[in-house]
């Protein structure tokens, strides 16, 4: 089938109707019901930008094997170059959201690659499992599905193995010659409800009592008996206002309680069984802690980006970049997100350290492929994500916590957008429409930083009807409701 585009995803969720609930309700169509069809939408942007012509090829890649398209994720990584191409994928879908997405559909594609490039260790339960991993990398790959995964068991009581604890955490109950069935709870997948597959694997540490719980496969999640709980999420009828609340209302990735009931799974879709050992090396035997740090830093960096043009937006907004102290923190928060081209330095930058200096350095080291391995561990321990998350929290925090500096008391005072325009004329109402122009939308505050860049073209689009009705509900008159849709379209 080779890449999807938007509808095409959308068309999948509504071909497979999956048991979620929500609020006590069970939902029809993910597609449409308020909770999740926006980041449905977002997701579908996200696959559209696989086939268009101007990102195709930052996006995706040739098969050699088949001679289709698929997503650059699942790209195994031979040269530098390769990592080079995958971080620009990876960066390029991060900017489609301001690095707000965690779980875009890139995260498990890095993990499944990771699992199918060790097949050998997956061999070591039986020849079947190596094969079942690889056939099933190529599965998702050919036909761009969009996977979850829930590798945590509720929290009841952490002082007892999953087998003290019966009847609750996932586990096999039953085998036959053509497949087995699990049975019991777990957490947390992310995005799980609009997902085409679920993947299950184990976080390390089960002990060797736990044998039943030690499984690794893949369920659609449309097959029968799988249930998903989903957490309250920021809406549950959609009328929140898209002036106050842009990014909430468009990239809430809502996680859910996953529950498998008597649910079967066909031999070829089992990549462990049964095997503490294996289950335990799994993260230090196969790359998908490189590859997925990779894959997250990117999208890190991006949201960093972002935070910092908050900032630097906000202090604009009431003159305060004009202070010395307020041009030193903002320059503190920017040395972490600026491209460090000469240094490489780690504490000269995250994206230097992302991107440039040591993932090339790693590659060379690794030996049949190319790992972003060291490039992301340094000073961070064994761990590749470690390092970075140093940098990321520092990063970060310093964004947040300039802007939040600079707005000062301004939070307290702010009323909604129907307050702000439903009188206009007033000194007090102009000031905040003024400062709500400029600093309340974060996307148009960071349009500037992002659009700056050489060579980016990374525009954000609301969805089709997105804040009508609050234009509609909050403006007093069709000449502001489309002054404030032409603002909002043109802020994004
Ligand atoms: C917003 C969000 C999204 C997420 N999305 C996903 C997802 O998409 N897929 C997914 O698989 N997971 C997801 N997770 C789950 C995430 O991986 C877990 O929250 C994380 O691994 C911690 O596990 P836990 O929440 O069960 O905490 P616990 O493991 O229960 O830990 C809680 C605390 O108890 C202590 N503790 C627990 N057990 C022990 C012990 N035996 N000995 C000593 N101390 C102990 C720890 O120190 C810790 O501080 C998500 C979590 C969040 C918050």
């Given at each position: 089938?080779?890449v999807?585009?938007?509808?095409?995803?959308?068309d999948?969720?509504?071909?497979?109707?999956r048991?979620?609930?929500?609020?006590?309700?069970?939902?029809?169509?993910?597609?449409?019901?308020?909770?999740?069809?926006?980041?449905?939408?977002?997701?579908?942007?996200?696959?559209?930008?696989?086939?268009?012509?101007?990102?195709?090829?930052?996006?995706?890649?040739?098969?050699?094997?088949?001679?289709?398209?698929?997503?650059?994720?699942?790209?195994?990584?031979?040269?530098?170059?390769?990592?080079?191409r995958?971080?620009?994928?990876?960066?390029?879908?991060?900017?489609?959201?301001?690095?707000?997405?965690?779980?875009?559909?890139?995260?498990?594609?890095?993990?499944?690659?990771?699992?199918?490039?060790?097949?050998?260790?997956?061999?070591?339960?039986?020849?079947?499992?190596?094969?079942?991993?690889?056939?099933?990398?190529?599965?998702?790959?050919?036909?761009?599905?969009?996977?979850?995964?829930?590798?945590?068991?509720?929290?009841?009581?952490?002082?007892?193995?999953?087998?003290?604890?019966?009847?609750?955490?996932?586990?096999?109950?039953?085998?036959?010659?053509?497949?087995?069935?699990?049975?019991?709870a777990?957490?947390?997948?992310?995005?799980?409800?609009?997902a085409?597959?679920?993947?299950?694997?184990?976080?390390?540490?089960?002990?060797?009592?736990?044998a039943?719980?030690?499984?690794?496969?893949?369920?659609?999640?449309?097959?029968?008996?799988?249930?998903?709980?989903?957490?309250?999420?920021?809406?549950?009828?959609?009328?929140?206002?898209?002036?106050?609340?842009p990014?909430?209302?468009?990239?809430?990735e809502?996680?859910?309680?996953?529950?498998?009931?008597?649910?079967?799974?066909?031999?070829?879709?089992?990549?462990?069984?049964?095997?503490?050992?294996?289950?335990?090396?799994?993260?230090?035997?196969?790359?998908?802690?490189?590859?997925?740090?990779?894959?997250?830093?990117?999208?890190?960096?991006?949201?960093?980006?972002?935070?910092?043009?908050?900032?630097?937006?906000?202090?604009?907004?009431?003159?305060a970049?004009?202070?010395?102290?307020?041009?030193?923190?903002?320059?503190?928060?920017?040395?972490?997100?600026?491209?460090?081209?000469?240094?490489?330095?780690?504490?000269?930058g995250?994206?230097?350290?992302?991107?440039?200096?040591?993932?090339?350095?790693?590659?060379?080291?690794?030996?049949?492929?190319?790992?972003?391995?060291?490039?992301?561990?340094?000073?961070?321990?064994?761990?590749?994500?470690?390092?970075?998350?140093?940098?990321?929290?520092?990063?970060?925090?310093?964004?947040?916590?300039?802007a939040?500096?600079?707005?000062?008391?301004?939070?307290?005072?702010?009323?909604?957008?129907?307050d702000?325009?439903?009188?206009?004329?007033?000194?007090?109402?102009?000031?905040?429409?003024?400062?709500?122009?400029?600093?309340?939308?974060?996307?148009?505050?960071?349009?500037?930083?992002?659009?700056?860049?050489?060579?980016?073209?990374?525009?954000?689009?609301?969805?089709?009807?997105?804040?009508?009705?609050?234009?509609?509900?909050?403006?007093?008159?069709?000449?502001a409701?489309?002054?404030?849709?032409?603002?909002?379209?043109?802020?994004?």
């Amino acid at each position: 089938m080779g890449v999807r585009n938007g509808q095409q995803f959308i068309d999948g969720l509504k071909a497979n109707p999956r048991e979620v609930w929500i609020n006590g309700e069970r939902i029809e169509d993910v597609t449409t019901h308020p909770a999740f069809s926006r980041i449905v939408r977002q997701l579908a942007r996200l696959y559209d930008a696989q086939v268009d012509p101007a990102t195709r090829d930052t996006l995706t890649y040739e098969v050699p094997e088949t001679g289709q398209r698929a997503g650059m994720a699942f790209m195994p990584a031979k040269t530098a170059e390769d990592l080079r191409r995958r971080r620009d994928a990876f960066y390029h879908w991060a900017s489609m959201n301001f690095g707000l997405m965690g779980r875009s559909p890139d995260f498990l594609n890095v993990s499944l690659l990771a699992f199918a490039e060790a097949r050998e260790v997956f061999g070591r339960g039986g020849q079947r499992y190596a094969d079942n991993i690889v056939n099933y990398y190529e599965y998702v790959r050919d036909n761009d599905l969009f996977l979850s995964h829930a590798l945590i068991t509720p929290q009841n009581d952490r002082t007892k193995s999953s087998a003290e604890q019966k009847n609750l955490h996932m586990r096999v109950v039953k085998e036959t010659d053509s497949g087995i069935y699990v049975q019991g709870a777990r957490m947390v997948a992310t995005l799980g409800a609009v997902a085409d597959e679920m993947l299950m694997y184990c976080l390390p540490g089960i002990p060797e009592s736990d044998a039943d719980h030690a499984l690794s496969f893949a369920v659609k999640v449309s097959d029968p008996g799988v249930r998903q709980i989903c957490r309250e999420p920021y809406t549950l009828d959609g009328q929140r206002s898209d002036f106050d609340h842009p990014l909430s209302n468009n990239f809430e990735e809502n996680d859910s309680l996953l529950i498998f009931d008597n649910v079967f799974v066909p031999w070829e879709r089992v990549f462990m069984y049964r095997d503490v050992a294996l289950n335990n090396a799994l993260y230090t035997e196969t790359a998908l802690r490189n590859y997925t740090a990779h894959q997250t830093n990117t999208r890190a960096l991006v949201k960093m980006q972002f935070a910092v043009g908050v900032a630097m937006a906000v202090a604009r907004s009431i003159g305060a970049d004009k202070f010395l102290h307020v041009q030193r923190m903002l320059g503190e928060a920017l040395n972490g997100v600026v491209p460090q081209e000469r240094s490489g330095a780690f504490g000269g930058g995250m994206r230097a350290h992302v991107i440039r200096h040591r993932a090339a350095r790693a590659a060379a080291a690794s030996g049949a492929s190319h790992l972003p391995s060291d490039s992301l561990s340094e000073g961070g321990g064994n761990h590749p994500d470690r390092g970075c998350r140093r940098v990321h929290d520092d990063a970060l925090g310093r964004g947040f916590h300039c802007a939040r500096t600079f707005r000062g008391h301004q939070p307290l005072l702010q009323g909604c957008r129907r307050d702000v325009f439903a009188r206009p004329g007033t000194a007090v109402q102009a000031r905040l429409g003024s400062f709500r122009r400029g600093v309340r939308h974060p996307a148009a505050s960071v349009r500037a930083l992002l659009c700056r860049r050489p060579g980016s073209d990374h525009r954000f689009e609301l969805p089709p009807g997105a804040g009508r009705r609050d234009d509609a509900a909050g403006e007093r008159g069709a000449g502001a409701g489309r002054r404030s849709r032409a603002r909002t379209q043109a802020s994004f």
